[in-house]
């Protein structure tokens, strides 16, 4: 059943030769292919290689997966968050999706979330992705404005009491807002690959 | 923007008293509403009031908020699990969504999914519910075979080091498999709700 | 250097007969006495000794403290959350506090904030005392538009990822409005005591 | 309602690009700024614009943002803790107020408090912060003995069971005086900054 | 090497009948034996046995082990954690120890520790056990005044952030006083064999 | 009773020098020895002693301590978890026994388990070792379609929720399909001890 | 490939009518059964329909599924821990083997085990199972005396810091003999479906 | 009534100059000094004031505290152990106690006891020491053979469930021999002096 699943390799855990060659097989076979948690090294390397990169995001790309698939607004609490943000961002794009990003409008001073709510408003999105740290309160606030649904992703922003992010995504998962699923501590991958699957769905009903 | 927000009480922490007097002035409005984690007593007082009890679910129903607002598939590991899929499907049904159900389909006989799956290949579903509890690891290997957003749901049921629910959480967060987005431990509204909003976006679009 | 020290009992670990001496000892002495965390069984023994009973906030208090002694507001999150939003405003009364109530104020409708704001611009308040379960997300907003000491009181309101609060407590040690001292979870007598030292100090000034 | 709210900046997870352009801007609009939890690279860049550094504190500062703003105690119990009070100092002082320092004061030598209480008692104090890591027990010991408000800050101070600060945390919000609220593990900016919000109430009350 | 190794029951996980017939041997062979943990219906039946019950401490007893073995201080911090002090005393006791009691000392006000310790410091006491729930501070303070060995014993009282009194033990784990060592939580039974293993060391000594 | 258990030094917590005295008393003896967990560092002077390096496992050999002493099937999910699995065969096969591998078969593919099942099923395997991180759902999988005893190794693989392998050691102690034990995480040298003496008594018993 | 799984049922979370039903039908059809973690209700409701109870073990059984299929011995550290070592001579049984039982032989009295090690050494046994509680240190001491695969049970016996049985978990999968592999807290069920595996391959072997 | 407490200086969280000045001070007063958790540094510097240095204790000592103070016996489970154990050697050599040392004599291998515990019940020994890492079994099968206080000191050595010595912690405040009291982990500092507390009452006592 299962069809499009990305190319997408998690190069954390992996050294900068077996990165290489992977990316190698893939542009020489022209096949799309997505790095993620890319090392300064593993950044280098790939760069030379010709992949596009995003050093906020560690993320180093080659070609689309996709093209227009949707579209998805990116909501990011902190500009701590950005990173976990700038990887849903480049993981949408490459899975063919265009991405509306509203940063820094944490919960803090709630009077910034107006305007990215309005311009929201009057966009065809199919879903929102809300990241946040700390806290983690940004979701239960979007979703509880919003008629969409809301993928929430939890950072390890923070210290003490944040728990490497363990208190967004429990707080995110009692969200007292309905409307809310959550994916993995700085999962902005997940996210993305989430959001996409709905767009996916979207589109086909739309055709 | 947000509208249609269910009328949704969470009956566990009220009184019976609270709890009938919230469904007397439904009933007399003709508003509909659904009360979750109903307790026995309540349970009790709320079915003579009319509404429609499901005590496996451990909702009282009085109503429909919408009609006809799309499809879900629901999967359940265990037969223990069952609750928390009702509660789902409940809420699922009082939406306006339509339920497909697959119970007792875990992982220790993978065999038994085939079936399922090819259903579930036939039908017109936007998305898909997975229910599990113990190690938590039905959301991954469906998440594996089908093209669907997956929202997992983990339950408390296990022992010892199924730390009432969080090793499976933990687990679906985890997943292998991208595609998965979750809610809380035994929170069969919340993922209802959020596929029901996954439904009302790709309805909007067909129409 | 300490003084007034309220004659407060935790009558939680104490048995009926122990309560009842103390109360009988305090009636008979004319010494106010608040009790707190009182089970139903102490409840109706110290009613019966004449002293002022408030179920939801399963307190029993006899006389005052003291009088005049400043205003405080006390916001409360959702439903769930009034015992111990009312044990705070019980403990203040009787520490000769003025109390402004504002409950079911919760983030998932922001909107619902604005007025209690507005009044409470105008009011002589010396400090807010924000009670909030589940993500504990309230404080945080609160304190984003208020310029007033915000004491956070998290509560075991939930499930699953709730922790028994300690999710709440966490978001808002962690909150990412500066502002916000916290206490422990439940306990509306600290926030109360807390508030009731800052007054004094208000008012030791003001004369 | 909110106003005054400082300007400071966490430094930790900012690149010292950011941070050194952050401070070049407030510097030539001459803005007040605070830089905290600035690392040793931030630091040499921050004073090299002239910023007063605090070494230990971990700060760099420019300007002050406001002046005779109150005077608050601060409290510190072994050695180890003086980083985090110092912080609190730092941005005590960046708010306007006076600082009376009280350092190694721990409860292994219960008979070191006495003088500086005394002290305290002649002094036109509006709240105490008390630093602690460890058994985090000082604020328990100093809340029985003054009738200001206590605020208690844990620090990551310690091995095995300390937690990284936790066991204190947790033993402050479970303090068997009352009178005391806490704010987050090595945060001494919070607790100036609700001190500081204690002294704005008392001050505009005395005018 | 081992010898004279209390005969002590844990009485909580075993039945009724067991209890009763461990009682009954012990009693006919005229064997000395402690019951500790006991529930409310294993004490009416010891009792009806003719053993020695002490219902705070939740104890049977059967004769004693020993004889004149030595002399020990029991602090108890508030009134709540007076049951293990008791348990304590109890085994102390049964092991022909002299029980010095000093409850109700704890660190909120430091004060009301002088007298007792002007007491102790007058008796031929071979160590001190120190009881206390909430944060356990008061194990530090004692071991900071006195030249004994401290024996803390960590209570389950309080709520919250207390856990169970796991922040009561780590707290006593780190005690920035030395010559504390530590048992279990509620273990008012091993920190009274302790103290007899030390004082029957002491007295084959002055032998 | 107990007899050849192996010779095996846990490098990690030694030092360089401990490390090869060790090994240059091993090979002047002529005994065989296995060092696992080692460091790059030990590694290399390791080596120049002759020893055989597996870099993946970190284990360096001296000699095998049996010979043909049956034969052990090794699972790794992800490519991530190839090292534990490697310190599996490498202990394993110093132990005497024959080792089939089958990598890369995480639950995300179902498909990709059949065939090394079909392989299994016509090899005279007395055990089975699945090495898994993440969610850990390999073992309950194979131990569902397998009829040998299961022996699951955790890793240490994934971020956030994996909380360094303890969710994959949850969920795998939490096997809803029997027939699985588990070793610490990251073990794989105990797994490869553990299946040694499960062939070792079917040997006993064949010959 | 997997055959002659037992048909066993978790009671614990099934209702009386849900058990009774299961038991009806294969008491009818003639196929073997095992409840295991059966209420005090449910085994009074299975025994009259002729099953047999095992008060201790909390299981009820009817017929046997295999027999004669090896022996196994079960060691159980203290007399709280034979429940658990019960359920699992329950369920070795019901697969048809053969069961050695050594109980009451903790750590604290290490001249215990001299004996059982010495039976033991005479027996063909296949595997040894040991179930312990509180520090959980038998497993290691047994498997540091005998040659065989040791399969540990930890149990929730204990209070304090035995975290229901975590502790003891934790230290048998840490433990410093190798040949150890541990099941789920309380699992006598799983340890014996394990030691049945071992047993099936060393019979089909023997054959 | 304290006197006497040792001069001791955690080095860990001061940097080399506050060490150094120290040193230097109590060398030129002639007044005794140990340092603790020394980094390689600290140890060079302190080296070349003099000090006398233990590398694996990490500790840096002028003088002796006391003489002819008494006898502990120092028991370590494995060679990784060693360096706490050395620790606590050097602080009670520090504080005049003579110390008898038995290391690598952990659970797996029981009879490796023996001579030990042969030695020991001919030596005038006040207490035991009792250092070990892992699981931590070691204390209770100690305090099981032998009739004097049994001083536990978990240790961090371990990986995976061994939770950096919270298992070994947990293990033996749990130990089912009574007569053990435990320290923080790794804490051989706070052990030697309780050691020594208990000796100074036993000396005084003689005398
Ligand atoms: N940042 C990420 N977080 C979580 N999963 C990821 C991430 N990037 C890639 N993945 C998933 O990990 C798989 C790659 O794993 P691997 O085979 O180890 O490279 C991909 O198929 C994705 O499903
Ligand atoms: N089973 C449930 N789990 C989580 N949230 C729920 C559940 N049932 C209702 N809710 C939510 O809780 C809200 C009701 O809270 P309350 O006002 O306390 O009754 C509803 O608006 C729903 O969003
Ligand atoms: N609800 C409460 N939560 C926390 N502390 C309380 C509470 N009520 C009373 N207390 C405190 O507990 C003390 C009484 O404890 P006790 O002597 O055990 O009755 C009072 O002096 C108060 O400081
Ligand atoms: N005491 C037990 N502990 C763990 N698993 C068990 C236990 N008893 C039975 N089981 C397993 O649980 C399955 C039955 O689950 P269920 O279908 O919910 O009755 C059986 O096939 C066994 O594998
Ligand atoms: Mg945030
Ligand atoms: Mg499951
Ligand atoms: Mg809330
Ligand atoms: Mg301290
Ligand atoms: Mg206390
Ligand atoms: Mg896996
Ligand atoms: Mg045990
Ligand atoms: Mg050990």
Do not use: W
Request: proline letters at 3%; glycine letters at 8%.
């Amino acid at each position: 059943l299962r069809a499009g699943k990305p190319e997408a390799v998690l190069a954390e855990f992996k050294t900068v030769d077996e990165v290489v060659e992977i990316a190698k097989k893939c542009v020489s076979e022209k096949r799309p292919v997505l790095f993620t948690r890319v090392t300064a090294e593993q950044s280098t390397a790939l760069s030379e290689l010709g992949l596009a990169i995003n050093e906020r995001a560690r993320t180093a790309r080659h070609m689309r997966l996709e093209e227009e698939s949707g579209k998805v607004a990116i909501f990011a609490a902190g500009t701590s968050d950005i990173p976990v943000a700038e990887e849903a961002k480049e993981t949408a794009e490459f899975l063919g999706m265009e991405v509306l990003r509203f940063y820094d409008v944490g919960v803090a001073g709630i009077h910034r979330l107006i305007e990215p709510l309005e311009v929201l408003s009057k966009e065809d999105v199919d879903s929102v992705i809300v990241v946040a740290g700390m806290e983690g309160a940004l979701p239960s606030v979007v979703a509880g404005l919003v008629d969409l649904p809301v993928i929430a992703v939890p950072t390890s922003v923070g210290y003490g009491t944040s728990l490497k992010g363990f208190t967004a995504l429990f707080s995110m998962l009692q969200s007292c807002s309905s409307g809310v699923a959550v994916v993995n501590i700085d999962n902005g991958f997940g996210a993305a690959v989430f959001a996409h699957l709905i767009s996916k769905r979207v589109r086909k009903k739309r055709l």
